[in-house]
């Protein structure tokens, strides 16, 4: 297959043609690295060969593109790749993320942690709960709520003062929203008992 014309692309990607037909749509850093020129022969497995390193090298792009405006643990970062790439590229761009520590679920699941315990008081049952939804695995859960600094009935008493209770319809509200927050009735009455003892 002879290529007949190249073009640049409006999302600055590069557009080869051979006798008016596009045969590939590339990255410009990845057409950069190639031979291609017009009047070049270009067989099908350089074709496939390109578009698939192309791909990767789009998969990369997205995933710092991603990971530019918050951390991901792995499987939020693989389950958005895999609305646009398949499995082989989601997978290699994934193993390049974490060789670049970009995407570390250790440091992940300890920072989320902090932060939904600390600004959301959120239990240590509730943690756990969310931390598995992002596809933490069960070791890496066990070890950060080990390790995790945390005074659940602190955080009780945190969520209660920041609620005014009028009436038994706002202290229902209350508890309520501490049982969505994960924390056992026992430990809710305690906390209540000793603010009104």
Not at 20 to 30: D, F, M, Q
Not at 47 to 52: L, P, R, V
Not at 73 to 78: A, D, E, W, Y
């Amino acid at each position: 297959m002879v290529i007949t014309d190249i073009k640049l692309g409006k999302r600055k990607n590069v557009l080869v043609y051979s006798n008016g037909e596009l045969i590939l749509n590339i990255a410009k850093e990845v057409f950069l690295k190639t031979n291609i020129k017009i009047g070049y022969d270009i067989s099908i497995k350089e074709i496939n060969s390109i578009m698939s390193e192309s791909n990767l090298y789009n998969a990369k792009e997205k995933a710092l593109n991603i990971l530019s405006y918050r951390s991901h643990s792995k499987k939020q970062l693989s389950d958005k790749l895999k609305l646009k790439f398949g499995q082989d590229i989601c997978d290699e761009t994934l193993r390049k993320m974490e060789s670049l520590n970009l995407v570390n679920d250790e440091n992940y699941a300890k920072n989320y942690a902090q932060y939904l315990a600390n600004n959301k008081y959120y239990s240590l049952r509730r943690i756990k709960r969310e931390l598995s939804i992002k596809g933490i695995d069960r070791e890496i859960i066990s070890e950060t709520l080990e390790n995790l600094d945390i005074d659940e009935y602190e955080n009780i008493n945190k969520v209660i003062c920041k609620k005014e209770i009028k009436n038994d319809k706002d202290k229902k509200r209350l508890i309520d929203k501490l049982l969505r927050l994960g924390y056992e009735w026992s430990q809710i009455s305690y906390v209540m008992d000793s603010r009104e003892g």
